[in-house]
């Protein structure tokens, strides 16, 4: 069963505008990873956001993380057609081997 | 090597054959797993190695599923008796891991297997 749930499941966007994608999880986690894939082949890792930490930023990309929510956002600022693309959170868990787990993933559209 | 190579990269099979699909990981990387992900769908994990051991293998669909990892490195990916239902692209990621977690997943381009 998936562990994230990503929200929206799709989302368009005009260019220039900003893209905000949520995610919820169940267990107790060490760290959430956000990645994204393009036309359906391998994924790329983003960013990494550790259980410990609230917010990060990479580039264009700021990830929050809300533990007592068990929620993330990921905010793409400045959207260029090049994010088009499908985004997923991945979720380690805290117990046994670490596990990681990924959502459902939102599909983001960029318009020109 | 600098990436995560899997071969092949398109597999088109008669059901019934059996197919094997190979994992290259990063040179280091003791993690290794790999997921299935069919049309505009997630991703479902099917097993993780650590080293040459699997710990978990709880995603493997059926018995027709196996896989092997030798020397720490390589892993193949073997279905036999292929069944229209196993068409999708299979995804090998390999990662670092520390104790107080990974430095997340470097995933290969995808096998896409498609079953006729």
């Known amino acids: 069963s998936q562990q994230g749930e990503e929200d929206p499941q799709a989302l368009s966007i005009q260019e220039g505008e900003n893209a905000t994608m949520n995610c919820s999880y169940k267990t107790s986690i060490n760290n959430l990873q956000w990645y994204r894939q393009n036309s359906g082949r391998g994924l790329v890792h983003l960013i990494l956001?550790?259980?410990?930490?609230r917010e990060k930023h990479s580039g264009r990309l700021r990830v929050t993380l809300d533990t007592s929510k068990k929620s993330s956002s990921l905010l793409i600022t400045a959207s260029r057609a090049a994010d088009t693309a499908s985004y997923f959170c991945?979720?380690?868990?805290?117990?046994?081997?670490?596990?990681?787990?990924f959502g459902t993933g939102t599909k983001l559209q960029v318009i020109p | 090597g600098a990436g995560v190579s899997q071969s092949p990269s398109n597999k088109v099979t008669e059901k019934g054959k059996d197919v094997e699909l190979r994992c290259d990981p990063i040179s280091g990387h003791t993690a290794l797993y790999w997921y299935r992900q069919s049309l505009g769908q997630g991703l479902e994990f099917l097993i993780y190695?650590?080293?040459?051991?699997?710990?978990?293998k709880s995603g493997l669909p059926s018995d027709r599923f196996s896989a092997e990892r030798t020397g720490g490195s390589v892993s193949t990916l073997t279905i036999q008796r292929t069944q229209q239902e196993d068409s999708a692209v299979y995804l090998c990621?390999?990662?670092?891991?520390?104790?107080?977690?990974?430095?997340?997943?470097?995933f290969g381009s995808g096998t896409r297997l498609t079953v006729v």
């Open positions: 190695f650590q080293g040459n051991s699997a710990p978990d």
């Open positions: 956001i550790r259980s410990n930490e």
């Open positions: 991945a979720t380690e868990n805290s117990g046994g081997y670490q596990k990681v787990t």
């Open positions: 990621a390999s990662s670092l891991k520390r104790t107080w977690g990974s430095y997340g997943y470097t």
